[in-house]
Antibody, heavy 121, light 107 residues
């Protein structure tokens, strides 16, 4: 049973860089059938896609965040990571990592439990 | 960017009733790249429907999806107590965007 787990600091200061890692267990990140993505949800609000990548391809990003976001993969650790630079209070959210699969026409079929990141001094 | 508008914002129903949730896209998303998710408080979203009408693994058959182009519907035929939650539609044909959600609450 494949599982995803987010990890990283729960508190980040304004103007600094938010860094999160998603660890994939119960399966390999190295598959051409899957993409790996990040989605966030501000408290009490809706979902926003941040970006996605495959283990071998270039990442794609939400145009509204593209200038501040980077997603990368470490196949040796079965992990992928998110960095958001120059954060503000508006970046406070629960951050989810998720898999999208060719078997579900690339809908997000498996999600991590999410991790709350608060931007505050 | 394709904008998804869900209606109603809140739907008040009782167990056993039928729920019909709507998702309208600002431009066509075809029929392959529309999904529905269920989210309960404190939990991650769960995939219910992909490709507009295919149920994800383990999803009960009381959940069904339909539509194509710009108009899509999620139907829950007979509500169970555990179905009261927030539902999001998502398109992934052109980048990825989510609707703002429909809250399904007890009447």
């Amino acid at each position: 049973q494949l599982q995803l787990q987010e990890s990283g600091p729960g508190l980040v200061k304004p103007s600094e860089t938010l860094s999160l890692t998603c660890t994939v267990s119960g399966g390999s990140i190295r598959s051409s059938y899957y993409y790996w993505g990040w989605i966030r949800q501000p408290p009490g609000k809706g979902l926003e896609w941040i970006g996605s990548l495959s283990y071998s391809g270039s990442p794609s990003y939400n145009p509204s965040l593209e200038s501040r976001v980077a997603i990368s993969v470490d196949t040796s650790k079965n992990q992928f990571s998110l960095k958001v630079t120059s954060v503000t209070a508006g970046d406070t959210a629960v951050y989810y990592c998720a898999r999208h699969s060719i078997t579900t026409t690339f809908a997000f079929d498996i999600w991590g439990q999410g991790t709350l990141v608060t931007v505050s001094s | 960017e394709i904008v998804l508008t869900q209606s109603p914002g809140t739907l008040s129903l009782s167990p056993g009733e039928r729920a019909t949730l709507s998702c309208r896209a600002s431009q066509s998303v075809g029929s392959t790249y529309l999904a529905w998710y269920q989210q309960k408080p404190g939990q991650a979203p769960r995939l219910l429907i992909y490709g507009a009408s295919s149920r994800a693994t383990g999803i009960p058959d009381r959940f069904s999806g339909s539509g194509s182009g710009t108009d899509f519907t999620l139907t829950i035929s007979r509500l169970e107590p555990e179905d009261f939650a927030v539902y999001y539609c998502q398109q992934y044909g052109s980048s990825y965007t989510f609707g703002q959600g429909t809250k399904l609450e007890f009447k």
